[in-house]
């Protein structure tokens, strides 16, 4: 909300410096968020008046002015071409700083000084709607009646400062000067002045030119005034000058001044040629469905009965609150016109704005809420300013037609009840002078305080609102000046906890993060055709679409985090980044059906991605996460679709339950997404193992005889696994086996075509005698029998 | 006899003293203390010396290999030390070469920033509790004193689904969850992720919050006070100030932002604190008692209070991270200075 300071002057008596009060005003809860000096690129601009013109005896185009700037008469060299003896013109003088960059100083300009600069509208930082000639290119012409030699923010009215204000969605009706006006005067103590309201009107009524049929509750209060001989033209000075201020273009007299009472008092109003209301008469009511109207923004909409209309009797004439209707907008031969200050509901305002997509200032307004008398002091202090400017003739008495006044709201509370919300000792009577301040009238009776709360306050409805009013005005330092309670006094010990879900991913995260692994974080969403870039076709493919995604590679939620993990992988590759090792931790989501009735299942999932690392290493890291966890389990091969078939395995506990999948991407993935074709990628589900016991130990006494080593290598087909072998051994050593290790696999032509040699350290040792040599050698034979016999291996 | 001993002693200790390495030193060994050896000579020659004076003599010859072997021995115990010596000197290595095994990886700094948090909460006695991230309207916005419609709702651009169901916009949907289930007195935290329909330079589209929420009777908005500096001084250190603004949320009254003193330049004024000596990091407030209400709890008996943080932009703020864009770009060279 933008404000000028004089403005708030209008209805406050005080004259504190701009960025005190702004801090003033951010401490209560109006934050301001900028402060904007109308003037900063005005100072040393003065009004002048031409009184010679000459040519420059060396150049062509230049001529020499005398400027009469009030004090004395200047020099100016100039090459503009619009000027002429008498006219008013702005004069920059040496120290000026324009609003293009321009800065002035003390110049000659082909041999003669020149003391200064005339300037356009743009320099100044105005254009046509502010001041007729300002956008010319040329230098701006001013008024006949401007005062030689003042200042020119001060002839202009911009010496002013603008407030730019946040306004919180409970206080609406500090969107308008006012509303911030009664909160100046609450911060600094000064009294607030109600605007103007007064008006002079014919004797004729305004309820035999017009008839009003209020048949929706969505307004609550349809007020009309009618006013004839309605002058449209440029407005006065004033109203452009705050209007260009706060960032509204100036167009005419009507549209100007519903504007400045909306941005004044809160309160939007809509005007409509009163000879295109057919039948005299305006109803407001429902929107028949499918029923169309054109608007002023050059579409048709079609309404349905949730929407709100300002009809005729033939006709919708506007979107209620939102836009009004091309059939009955003001033209330049409008006579008579209807003005209308009215309460809409805001629910039904903000649920037509969305649907049709149309947002207006009147709608932006009525969206926060307007409060029952705006619609009266609105049309009132509008009727005021149609007066003073002379801009046509008011009918007389407004039609009002309304579903009765609200009832006045009382609040009961009690200083004690408002200092043990805080925690604070403020005094009764402070509380008193700070409601009263905000216009809530309270009384002390018997300890209590009775507040009539006033009708534009719609927010305060308990205790616990007064007490943000009190605090706020009376500051928030009082915690830090020992005028509040000692902390924690009474309260129960509660034990902190972590909980079991965190503590599993901090000890994954930890585990891989001493595996050498990043730790990244993705959106959790992924374009629609994720699931076939991963060659996925099972229900991961059904994914939750979101109805109003930032843009279509942001639609879905993820099902898996390998696009993500892949996607990541993929940015680190194209921009040359070697040796990439990354993780995520993230959530994917799952739809019982399609579409969503119910909340879906969410999954904590673990991923891990990475290139330029080995299969073995890469398998190593991931198993040093899982041994975080109690799972004991076996690799099978993976039918993950995005993973190699032969360079990939799930990790299976004995029923078959899969906790991860890992291996070497697909071929064809790694091409989808640009990764090397060494990318691996693996996938851990972390509830599942939230679902396993505690990880304990059972631990074993240290062997006390010393424990034999022998190595055996090994002559096997291809397709016999390391697993198979190892499993193979250790049975044959029966109750001696102590360990086995694979150290070595060598392949080589004269081991045969699909031979590897496999080569292991086996470790014996019994627990009641140190072995002899021959029971290790009858055991190493045991071995090697069983291997021959199970698996075809010969010695090498 | 005597004087040839005293001879062979003197002799060999003058030569001992020329050797110069180890191989003249075994020779020296030979020469004098072998079995071949000029001392083992004169034994044999005891023979020839009056029974009378052999004792003395064979005393005499003891004495003279005891002292020879002591000078020995001294000798080549620093031939020892000096090879030794050598030895260690040879074996040097350039101890500046890198280490070998695999480098140790990093966590993301959000993740650094919860587990700060989250462990400050839980030591001061608060239980954390989370939910789902796909929500129902009601627990993100109903449940919280916003309802449909209303113009609180223009404060968060929201991710939808259905009309009803959508993407939590703050994780304060866990603690209305949480209200339902758990009676007082509660002292919850609930960390996760969130997500807001704004993507801008300032602005994640998915960002991370961690919310607390204490209600017990006889809280206050000066235990909130107190409750909040002790934690930041936590996070930011001993010199920490915050301090309270009056705001706005539909689910606190009083409603306050939280104001800390910047860590960079200790509330003096720089660049990240655009010379305010502030940086605002958190809402807070007391619980609005229509949201007690709203989940069952006596407002009348009990009273809440509730803080949020944005922790991402507090891992930035932490860490000097100054583009938001990196911590969603997952850039290895952004993410290995976190090492």
Known sequence: MKVTYKWIKDFVDIDLPAEELAQKLTNAGMEVEEIINLNEHLHHVVVGKITKIEKHPDADKLQVCQVDIGEKTVQIITAATNIFVGALVPVSLPGAHLANGIKIEKSKLRGLPSEGMFCSGEELGIDDNFMPGASVNGILILPNDFKIGQSIDVALGLDDVVFDVGITPNRPDCMSVIGLAREVCAVTGATFKMPEMTHIELAEKASKQLEVELLSKKCSRYMAAVIKNVKIHRSPMKIRQRLFAVGIKPINTLVDLTNYVLVEMGQPMHAFDKKHIAGGKIIVRDAKKGESISVLNHNTYKLDENDLVIADQEKATAIAGVIGGTNSCIEDDTQTVVIESAVFDLKSIRLTSKKIGVRTDSSARYSKGVYYASAEQGLNRLLHLVTEYDLGDIYGGCIDKNFGAPKARVVKSSASEINAILGTKIAAEDMLRILNSLGITTKLENGNLISQVPDYREDIENSYDLAEEVIRIYGYDVYDKGEADEPYSGWKVTEGRLGERLELERSLKTALKFAGFFEAMNYSFIPADAPEKLLISDNRRFMIKIANPLGEELSCMRTTLAHSMLASLAYNYSVGNKSVKLFESGKTFHAHALPLTELPQECNKLSMGAYDMSFAEFKACLEAALSETSLSYKLVRSKEPFLHPGISADVVDENGEVYASFGQVHPTVAKNYEVPKNTLYAEIDMDKLLALPEKRFNIKPVPKFPIVERDLAVVVKEQISNEDLTIAIKSACGKLFYDVKLFDIYRSASLGEGMKSMAYNIRLSDENKTLTDEEVTEVIAKVLKALKFRYGASLR | ?339
Request: proline share 5%; glycine share 8%; with cysteine.
């Open chain 2, 1 to 339: 006899m005597e004087s040839k001993l005293k001879d062979i002693l003197n002799r060999a200790l003058s030569e001992l003293k020329q050797v110069e390495n180890m191989q003249e030193l075994n020779e020296f060994k030979v020469k004098y203390l072998g079995k071949q050896g000029e001392l083992t000579g004169i034994l044999r020659g005891m023979r020839e010396v009056p029974a009378e004076d052999r004792p003395k003599i064979g005393a005499l010859v003891n004495e003279v290999r005891e002292k020879l072997e002591a000078a020995f021995s001294e000798r080549e115990q620093a031939f020892n030390k000096a090879e030794l010596e050598k030895e260690l000197q040879r074996s040097a290595i350039d101890i500046t070469e890198p280490g070998k095994g695999h480098e140790k990886g990093a966590l993301h700094p959000t993740t650094r920033m919860f587990n700060k948090l989250i462990d400050i909460c839980v030591a001061m006695g608060f239980e954390v509790v989370e939910g789902p991230e796909i929500e129902t309207d009601y627990y993100n916005f109903e449940g919280l004193n916003i309802p449909k419609n209303h113009p609180s709702r223009d404060m968060q651009d929201t991710f939808f689904i259905t009309e009803n169901i959508l993407l939590r916009s703050q994780t304060s949907s866990v603690q209305v969850r949480s209200m339902e289930k758990l009676s007082p007195p509660i002292k919850i935290i609930s960390p996760g992720r969130v997500y807001r329909n704004d993507s801008d330079g300032t602005h994640s589209p998915v960002f991370h919050q961690l919310e607390g929420l204490v209600i017990d009777e006889n809280v206050s908005m000066a235990d909130l006070k107190a409750m909040l500096t002790s934690m930041m001084k936590k996070v930011f250190g001993q010199s920490t100030k915050i301090r309270f603004r009056p705001s706005f949320f539909p689910f606190t009254e009083p409603s306050v932002e939280v104001d800390v003193s910047c860590p960079t330049c200790h509330g003096k004024g720089c660049k990240v604190c655009k010379g305010t000596g502030f940086l605002e990091l958190l809402g807070a407030g007391v619980v609005n008692p229509k949201v007690l209400e709203m989940s069952g709890i006596d407002s009348k008996k009990y009273r809440g209070f509730a803080f949020g943080f944005g922790v991402d932009r507090f891992a930035m703020v932490y860490d000097g991270i100054t583009d938001l864009r990196n911590m969603f770009k997952n850039d290895i060279r952004f993410l290995k200075q976190m090492k």
